[in-house]
Nanobody, 128 residues
């Protein structure tokens, strides 16, 4: 059982800032990639940013220079710092984790299945 818990979505004026957080918990052996995606009404879900376990990052062109993704491996948490927000950033933001679960036999913990987990989403609204 693995869960992602998100926080930080809010209503903000253009030019403002928000910081989103997402914490993974449960039977986790390791997490490879964590990321943020967003979906606006009537549009497809799109990648915002991803970060690997060793800190390699990728960003959508539309957010480069404005957003910063980071993670705390000890806490299994990923963050998205969003600055200079624009009305077109308005969307539901979803946290994602590509991870390996744990299995336990006797007193031995072993890697289990690879799974892709999504959070429930958090609303970011940038007023115009």
């Amino acid at each position: 059982q693995v869960q992602l818990v998100e926080s930080g979505g809010d209503l903000v004026q253009p030019g403002g800032s928000l910081r989103l957080s997402c914490a993974a918990s449960g039977n986790i052996f390791s997490i490879n990639v964590m990321g943020w995606y967003r979906q606006a009404p009537g549009k497809q879900r799109e990648l915002v940013a991803t970060i690997t376990s060793v800190g390699d990052t990728n960003y959508a062109d539309s957010v480069k220079g404005r957003f910063t993704i980071s993670r705390n491996n000890a806490e299994n948490t990923v963050y998205l710092q969003m600055n200079s927000l624009k009305p077109e950033d308005t969307a539901v933001y979803y946290c994602n984790a590509d991870l390996i679960t744990t299995v336990k036999a006797m007193g031995v913990i072993l890697p289990g299945s690879g799974i892709d987990v999504w959070g429930q989403g958090t609303q970011v609204t940038v007023s115009s």
